[in-house]
């Protein structure tokens, strides 16, 4: 059964970068469509962002576009996601998570798999 291990969260100040990296073991990685969640305090867990298994198909959250980044290495069974400008707004657990199907999808219950989650605050 994969296990999966969120790393790089922190306390950073609004309009800075943090590195957010999910390292999986216990599965084949490539096999895996792969997400990164997020959920806020009295909020519903929301999809950040998702990518195929190749890395050819990647879909961002309106919110997050063209500020977070999402990469995978396969060898290393490792994903990845920059954040930059980072907002108040953007304050979360974040949660990576890997799904069995073939098409990549942003529903939540749809991730086999999930990490322990990794705390992300933003001040303002």
């Known amino acids: 059964q994969p296990q999966l291990a969120e790393s790089g969260g922190g306390l950073v100040q609004a309009g800075g970068s943090l590195r957010l990296s999910c390292a999986a073991s216990g599965c084949t990685f490539r096999s895996y469509a792969m997400g990164w969640f997020r959920q806020a305090p009295g909020k519903e867990r929301e999809v950040v962002v998702t990518i195929n298994w190749s890395g050819d198909t990647i879909r961002y959250a309106e919110s997050v576009k063209g500020r977070f980044t999402i990469s995978r290495d396969n060898a290393k069974k490792t994903v990845y996601m920059q954040m930059n400008r980072l907002k108040h707004k953007d304050t979360a657990v974040y949660y990576c998570?890997?799904?069995?199907?073939?098409?990549?999808?942003?529903?939540?219950?749809?991730?086999?798999?999930w990490g322990q989650g990794t705390q992300v605050t933003v001040s303002s």
């Open positions: 998570a890997a799904s069995k199907r073939a098409v990549v999808t942003a529903r939540a219950s749809e991730y086999d798999y």
